[in-house]
């Protein structure tokens, strides 16, 4: 299948295209580099270098690459940011990634496929989370992915455009040749593995008041080969609708932590710090929708792998990608 993947430059992005190149799709990478790296877009692919707001570029690239498929990672994806600067969110996620989905109707696109987050329940009433929960987000990350999830109801009701919208939990690991390298970086697993590299001397935890039971925050971390596994899933006709992708696990920062100690071997600095805005306290997934629909099947569901496989991506990448 000719498949269009929009931030296929970025962490998740980069081994999606990997594992659809692997599966013999064709594949165009539609990415304006501000968060991805050339370096990071498998060979095999076409590169197409612009940015979602050019609503003429973004139709002539989907029109050109002839997409049967798109894949829509490219947005961002900081809860922290977002609290400070929101319009960064809703211009981005939801204004620019119109464009994409209006030359997707244009070119008959057959499947659409969404980058959608946990973030849009919010703060969740019970867990794990399935699908039916109600979306609340409690932060404008969250709410700029559930404003995109409504325009794709309605988008395949008025003009029959199928989609799969993916509600991540917390992406994590690498590939071989593919890990994670933002400029700035904010994520909890490549910060505590940046301490063990011994390029910064500790790692904040932030909030140690949770109601858990170390006090710190839970998250459910599944890694990214097992997420790029699902797009390919998604792809087969009929394949449609809302699905959650998480292990079902639920690790505080502190076992994170203690997890990327015992995988590197090496000793983590940490210093308590006040709660992040915007972070609710616990998310974990109840994936079954996934397993049953999907026929997914994660091939690293423990922490031990996920952080495995991370942490000798970054001992091979210590300054990640070089452009
Ligand atoms: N976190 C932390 N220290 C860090 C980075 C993150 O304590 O240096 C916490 C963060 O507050 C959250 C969890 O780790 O509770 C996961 O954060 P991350 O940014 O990795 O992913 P998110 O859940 O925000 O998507």
């Known amino acids: 299948m000719k498949v269009f993947v929009t931030g296929g430059a970025g962490y998740i992005g980069s081994v999606c295209?990997?594992?659809?190149?692997?599966?013999?799709?064709?594949?165009?990478?539609f990415d304006n580099l501000s968060e991805g790296h050339r370096s990071a877009v498998d060979a095999r692919a076409s590169f197409v270098l612009g940015d979602l707001g050019d609503r003429e570029l973004v139709g002539r690239a989907v029109a050109e690459a002839q997409a049967e498929a798109v894949i829509h990672f490219a947005a961002h994806a900081l809860v922290g940011e977002s609290m400070q600067n929101p319009g960064k969110y809703f211009r981005n996620n939801v204004a620019h990634g119109l464009n994409l989905l209006e030359a997707a109707v244009t070119a008959k696109v057959g499947k659409f496929v969404f980058s959608s987050t946990c973030a849009t329940y919010g703060v969740p009433e019970k867990m794990p989370m399935d699908e039916s929960l109600p979306q609340r987000p409690v932060n404008p990350y969250g709410e700029s992915k559930l404003m995109f999830e409504k325009m794709l109801q309605?988008?395949?009701?008025?003009?029959?455009?199928?989609?799969?919208?993916?509600?991540?939990f917390n992406a994590a690991g690498a590939s071989r040749k593919f890990g994670e390298h933002h400029r700035i970086e904010t994520h909890l697993i490549p910060n505590v593995l940046k301490v063990a590299l011994g390029q910064k001397d500790r790692c904040d935890i932030f909030g140690t008041?949770?109601?858990?039971?170390?006090?710190?925050?839970?998250?459910?971390?599944?890694?990214?080969?097992?997420?790029?596994?699902?797009?390919?899933?998604?792809?087969?006709?009929?394949?449609?609708?809302?699905?959650?992708?998480?292990?079902?696990?639920?690790?505080?920062?502190?076992?994170?932590?203690?997890?990327?100690?015992?995988?590197?071997?090496?000793?983590?600095?940490?210093?308590?710090?006040?709660?992040?805005?915007?972070?609710?306290?616990?998310?974990?997934?109840?994936?079954?929708?996934?397993?049953?629909?999907?026929?997914?099947?994660p091939k690293f569901p423990q922490l031990e792998d996920i952080v495995a496989t991370a942490w000798d991506w970054h001992l091979r990448h210590p300054d990640g990608y070089r452009d």
């Open 154 to 168: 309605w988008y395949q009701q008025i003009h029959g455009l199928e989609f799969v919208a993916f509600r991540y």
């Open 17 to 29: 295209v990997e594992e659809l190149l692997d599966a013999g799709h064709a594949v165009t990478v």
């Open 209 to 297: 008041d949770y109601p858990t039971p170390d006090g710190t925050c839970i998250r459910d971390y599944i890694h990214i080969v097992d997420l790029a596994q699902a797009h390919i899933l998604a792809l087969a006709p009929g394949q449609a609708g809302f699905f959650n992708l998480g292990n079902g696990s639920g690790y505080s920062v502190r076992e994170v932590i203690q997890t990327c100690e015992r995988i590197s071997g090496r000793a983590i600095q940490t210093v308590e710090q006040p709660r992040r805005p915007g972070d609710p306290p616990r998310l974990v997934a109840a994936a079954d929708k996934a397993l049953k629909q999907l026929g997914w099947q």
